[in-house]
């Protein structure tokens, strides 16, 4: 990373993920903040309905995938932004990894808004709403499994949006 | 567990869990055994369509829930068989513990037939196929988390069976 980029770009330093930041973009899949209800003669606490999967059907219908990504080192200079107009995109850590998130408000015009980044816990999913935009998986410090909730079907489920500006992320913690 | 039971009864050693054994109740979600495709400019491997998610709508939708499951003692005794004549049921284990699995085949009278049982990895899920008669989740060793895709909404969507039988079920791996 060029210290030009730097002097001329802004520098994200991921904030803690939290339901209320984040709603504009999805939910957060985590039990913290949430009631469950005991089922199965006492021995299981379910926490239901963390994320709806919202998902276009128009021959399409949801699956279960699981993605396996290479840790980015960091900072993180964020170059593309997508969205999926047909359906919500869950994510779900396996291995315990904290993760970083990168969405952005949408503008109205068809392009991303401001961004704003988020540092997901190990415990911690997320659900980005249909048509949000967001930054591809940015697993950190460790190949990292996610399960992931998603569309499969016909259609074009994923607008791209380079950026103009100079985007760089990085997490301290 | 008394003596009597065991005597009278049926005592199942769990096998592992494999694809082409579990198919006729559900899929298996993990990688093994599954091609990837690159994704994210080469920083990802996409493992697609693991289990495909079975959704009646009448008002229902998919939903993404965690589950928290007390561990059972073991041998286990199977009383109460369960099915969801209106959604898959899919687990899969967030703390890297293996955990039982007990399913039975269709026995063509809107009742249980033949039990067999299985022991996932921990890096092992499964998706029960719509209407498969299952066990609730058997968490064994620890308290162990699970991410949960099934249904939300009206109608009902649970059929239980009481065995009539004595079933035990144990692993010793």
Excluded at 24 to 38: D, L, Q
Excluded at 149 to 171: F, I, K, M, S, Y
């Amino acid at each position: 990373m060029g210290r030009e980029a730097m002097k001329t770009g802004m520098l994200l330093e991921a904030e803690p993920l939290r339901a209320a930041a984040f709603a504009p973009f999805g939910y957060v899949i985590e039990t913290a903040g949430h009631r469950s209800r005991s089922i199965n003669q006492g021995t299981c606490e379910r926490f239901d309905a963390l994320a709806p999967v919202d998902i276009v059907p128009d021959g399409g219908r949801p699956m279960i995938s699981i993605f396996r990504a290479m840790p980015r080192p960091l900072p993180h200079m964020v170059r593309i932004l997508e969205r999926h107009p047909l359906s919500t995109q869950a994510f779900y850590p396996l291995d315990g990894h904290p993760f970083l998130i990168v969405v952005a408000y949408d503008s109205g015009h068809a392009v991303p808004g401001q961004i704003r980044a988020f540092r997901a816990a190990g415990n911690q999913g997320v659900s980005y709403h249909r048509n949000t935009w967001h930054h591809a998986l940015l697993a950190i410090g460790a190949v990292s499994q996610f399960l992931v909730v998603d569309r499969d079907g016909p259609g074009a489920n994923c607008d791209q949006h380079e950026l103009d500006t100079t985007v760089l992320v990085t997490t301290t913690a």
